[in-house]
């Protein structure tokens, strides 16, 4: 009896510590890399990229937590930047209105996501899979497949420099991150979205409304996305057609690196963060190292496998034998 206690506290510790562990080791692995890496110049270079990989991120821990997924948000988050890019300067509806529109259009996928899932029945990645489609096709449709230029100061600000020297979207990464890690720890929303994942039907039968958790983790997923595009807009001073391809694939891996479990009902915002900063981290560091892009997204690849591999091995270890009720 001992020992299985000391077995599954160590799998506990590891669910906890394991994000945090990889992080280091691939931080002190770079250190001695490259000279470079350290600076603070590319450290702040990391913390930007990352933000809007987190950004991101902390829309699909939601959603996975409730045990589904979107895969939507990388066009989500290419044509909310063109909307609100195309409207701000085409349109001439000026930068404000652009940004609003683009948020909404995150909020309107969302919902199409959620009614899809939750009225219509349909399978998580078979719904989302569907908007991925539409919202890039929609995006081609709407840039003809050139970038979108002339954004004035008020929309770039949001991809530059903001207060002591840190990167504006590093600071709205830290406000989106601290209000969903509240909504999830000090909500009955985000008590509802732990219990939706972790059986459905039993949450059901408490009384609560599955269906309008389902609605909101897609919202809030659709509106994560809008808001990641619209930065990465401003970011590159431009809304480019096929900017986000790959980026629900980066999302993912920062969820399940994080500790979020692909079955649902486990996960948190800080794991997910840190898995967000090692992938940040793994392609700022192969940069330096002038790994070719492609040999970088095998990198991935295989990051991504052993994040899902570790998740089910804690998961199976998790599970007590039958008989043995005490362990």
Not at 23 to 50: C, K, M, R
Not at 301 to 317: E, H, P, S, T
Request: proline fraction near 4%; hydrophobic fraction near 55%.
């Amino acid at each position: 009896m001992l020992n299985g206690n000391h077995s599954f506290s160590f799998i506990a510790f590891l669910r906890r510590t394991s994000t945090y562990l990889i992080l280091l080791v691939i931080l002190v692995w770079f250190a001695l890399l490259s000279p470079e890496f350290l600076t603070v110049g590319n450290l702040l270079t990391v913390a930007l990229q990352t933000s809007l990989i987190a950004l991101v991120a902390i829309g699909m821990t939601l959603t996975i937590i409730t045990g589904g997924i979107d895969l939507s948000v990388g066009s989500v988050a290419a044509l909310s930047g063109a909307l609100a890019a195309g409207l701000a300067t085409r349109g001439g509806l000026g930068t404000y209105p652009g940004l609003l529109i683009g948020l909404l259009t995150g909020l309107g996928i969302g919902f199409l996501n959620g009614a899809m899932i939750v009225w219509g029945r349909i399978p998580p990645f078979v719904a989302t899979l569907a908007s991925m489609a539409v919202a890039r096709g929609l995006t081609l449709v709407y840039t003809q497949g050139r970038p979108i230029a002339g954004l004035d100061k008020a929309f770039t600000f949001w991809g530059g420099q903001g207060a002591l020297g840190i990167p504006v979207p590093v600071w709205v990464l830290t406000v989106v991150a601290v209000l969903a890690y509240f909504l999830l720890k000090h909500t009955p929303l985000g008590l509802h979205i732990y219990a939706v994942g972790g059986g459905e039907e039993t949450t059901r039968l408490a009384g609560v409304n599955v269906g309008l958790v389902k609605f909101s983790v897609y919202l809030l997923s659709g509106l994560c996305a809008a808001l990641s595009g619209l930065i990465l807009t401003a970011r590159l001073w431009s809304a480019q057609p096929n900017v986000g391809v790959g980026l629900e694939l980066d999302a993912i891996a920062a969820a399940v690196l994080g500790g979020t479990s692909l079955a649902g009902g486990v996960g948190g915002i800080p794991g997910t963060l840190a898995g967000a900063f090692i992938i940040g981290v793994l392609s700022n560091g192969l940069n330096l190292l002038e790994m070719p892009s492609y040999n970088q997204q095998v990198v991935k690849g295989l990051v991504f496998i052993l994040a899902v591999m570790l998740d089910y091995f804690i998961k199976q270890r998790q599970v007590k034998p039958k008989g043995n009720p005490t362990g």
